[in-house]
């Protein structure tokens, strides 16, 4: 037998019983409590929202037994790609206080990528914004030379340090995906000059390129200057201004 007729069988019989099971659930639900339509509508629309989470257990029962990994796979097609989310690309959200960037790191971390998660605050105040098990590095000039966290701060005018740590994580995740968020870019422009915060940007955009990654800056436009704002969207392309609600590239 082929791959291709393999492949097809196997797809009639996953699509017949998923057509099964959704059906037999529906009966039961139907037989088992008086619903009205109204409620059984909304209880099988529950359920739906439900099926992610059971591919998940199934995925995990499949490389427990089996070895073969499908919860990577491909992972980032869950991520909305509308807003400029895909391997390779980078995102530039504009906003006032770093909200959005965490909601759509979260996302895409959830989806399946390694986060890494780069920002002025420490660590232990981001710990509950993002998923378990996400890198972080913190933006600080506090000196951490006897401290725990000296391995993951750096400091602002350390803009090297900083490319090379994130160059060794995406190369460290090549074969997976990934997803690189920072929130400190006000605080690396406050203390270096722009043309150096600019030329960081520009070569990591070309090393999310090479590693097929996920780049996602948040920056307050109302702190920079008109020119600054505008050439970093023009290195990132893919545009989200969280005051007008909408994309732009």
Known sequence: MSEEEQFAKGFI?????????????????????????????????????????????????????????????????????????APGSCLFIKEQTPSMVFRIFREVVESGAKGLCVSRDHPDKLRSRVPPGCDFIWLSKFDCQDDPLKEITIQPNNLVGLYTTIKKFFLSNKDRASVVMMDGINFLVTNNDFNGVLKTIQKLRDEVYMYKSVFIISADPGS????????????????FDVKRGEPRR
């Open 224 to 239: 920079m200057l008109p020119t600054e704002v505008r050439q970093i969207e023009y290195e990132l392309q893919n545009v």
């Open 13 to 85: 019989l996953g699509y017949e019983a998923g057509l099964k099971e959704a059906y037999d659930s529906m009966i039961s639900l139907a037989t088992k409590k008086c619903y009205t339509s109204t409620e059984l509508l909304l209880v099988v629309k529950n359920q739906r929202v439900c099926v992610p989470d059971k591919v998940l257990i199934q995925k995990r029962r499949i490389l427990r037994e089996t070895g073969v990994d499908l919860i990577t796979e491909r992972a980032m097609e869950n991520v909305e790609i509308e807003r400029g989310v």
